[in-house]
């Protein structure tokens, strides 16, 4: 088996206002018809929110970070990533209506550390398509460059299949689903072995372990 790329490192981007780009107005309100119809999934899959905080990074649409609580569980779910398609970054000219649609899901544990402090980093990766040319799929690891909380021991996730915590948003053609993608955060040792021995055989190996993935202070699975 040929080893994986190297996690794909998601450049420090710069925070400014929360006004929307000036751009086609067309497509800025079909922007905004798709974002309340992902809210509202959002809310009947994970209930309603008890806070919620908007990023804006230098060149793109406003971002925002969404939290849940179901018992011990906090669930921090990204809006507005969805708003517009991701584009193989090789394309001449990106098409402003097709492609995969996305929003990100980091479900942790709480009381344990100070996990509010994810919302950049999140905002961070729910940007990426845009800023980097990403586009974020199952499988793939995500590297935000620091920890993704203070004290935390990961700064990288692995993307996960979706469907299993929130369905799938149908939208009317040509606009593709948007699909709800689980984050699970890796430590460098994990992250590292990941890139060599692929995705599958990393959750087999939490699965194995018993891994509580939910855990923000958890120590890297045996890798021996």
Request: proline share 11%; with cysteine; glycine share 8%.
């Amino acid at each position: 088996m040929l080893p994986e790329p190297p996690a794909k490192r998601i450049s420090r981007l710069l925070c400014q206002g929360s006004a929307l780009p000036g751009t086609d107005e067309f497509y800025a309100r079909r922007m905004a018809d798709v974002l309340p119809l992902v809210e509202a999934r959002l809310r009947s899959a994970l209930g309603e929110p008890d806070a919620r905080a908007a990023v804006t990074f230098l060149g793109t649409d406003r971002i925002e970070v969404l939290r849940f609580h179901e018992g011990d569980i906090v669930r921090y779910a990204s809006l507005g990533m969805s708003a517009q398609p991701m584009t193989d970054p090789t394309a001449v000219i990106a098409d402003p209506v097709a492609g995969p649609r996305a929003e990100l899901v980091l479900s942790v544990r709480g009381g344990v550390a100070d996990t509010d402090k994810v919302l950049r980093p999140l905002a961070m990766l729910a940007a990426s398509p845009q800023v980097e040319g990403l586009v974020v799929a199952p499988g793939a690891s995500l590297d935000v460059g620091e920890p993704l909380w203070p004290g935390a021991p990961f700064t990288s996730v692995l993307v996960a299949e979706p469907g299993g915590l929130v369905e799938d948003l149908e939208l009317d053609a040509p606009l593709e689903p948007v699909r709800f993608l689980p984050l699970l955060p890796m430590t460098p040792n994990e992250a590292a072995w990941k890139r060599v021995h692929g995705a599958q055989a990393l959750q087999e190996r939490w699965l194995n372990h018993g891994t509580d993935l939910r855990d923000p202070s958890r120590k890297s699975v045996p890798l021996d």
